[in-house]
């Protein structure tokens, strides 16, 4: 299994926002293993306030990608 997102990736939330209600761009700054349901793994901090947070790949859209309202 391989990483859809590479190092230095603009990505957005998934959804309209994270759980804790954050938005915006965030930049793939590590890439990180599977967690114990088998996703891989992502570091992403925010392009404006430099928060870096954990995210599995379910979570992201790369930038430009259209979002929709559910997953495949």
Same mark, same amino acid.
């Given at each position: 299994?391989?990483?859809?997102?590479?190092?230095? !990736? #603009?990505?957005?939330? /998934? /959804? +309209?926002?994270? /759980?804790?209600?954050?938005?915006?761009?965030?930049? &793939?700054?590590? #890439?990180?293993?599977?967690?114990? /349901?088998?996703? #891989?793994?992502?570091? &992403?901090?925010?392009? #404006?306030?430099?928060?870096?947070? +954990?995210?599995?790949?379910?979570? &992201?859209? +790369?930038?430009? +990608?259209? !979002?929709?309202?559910?997953?495949?």
């Amino acid at each position: 299994m391989s990483h859809k997102y590479s190092m230095g !990736q #603009l990505v957005h939330a /998934a /959804a +309209a926002h994270f /759980a804790d209600r954050t938005s915006g761009t965030y930049e &793939i700054v590590r #890439l990180m293993p599977e967690n114990s /349901a088998g996703e #891989l793994g992502y570091r &992403i901090r925010d392009t #404006l306030s430099g928060t870096q947070r +954990a995210v599995g790949e379910s979570e &992201i859209r +790369a930038v430009g +990608a259209k !979002q929709t309202g559910h997953t495949h």
